[in-house]
């Protein structure tokens, strides 16, 4: 059976796909938007860098996570 921390790490690892993802098709997204211009476009590439920016944020706290896991099952100096 796996120990709580494995499962933790193995279930952060599971956010982190589709968040890049995401990350990745907004910037996908953004770039059609820019090569056709319309009505909307500055609108829309405003909406996907907010997404792109949250996505990152998510990711930097999941890592963040995912760091003190690893550094609690390690020796200490004391």
């Known amino acids: 059976m796996k120990s709580l921390n494995e499962l933790d ?3 952060l690892h599971e956010i982190m796909q589709p968040l890049n993802i995401i990350r990745l098709s907004c910037g996908n997204i953004r770039a059609r938007i820019s090569n056709r211009p319309g009505e909307d ?6 909406k996907m860098v907010r997404i792109e920016e949250q996505v ?9 996570l995912k760091r003190r896991d690893e550094n609690d099952g390690m020796p200490r100096d004391s």
């Open 9 to 11: 790490s193995k279930t």
């Open 41 to 46: 476009s500055d609108y829309l590439i405003e």
């Open 56 to 64: 990152v944020r998510a990711t930097k706290l999941l890592q963040d």
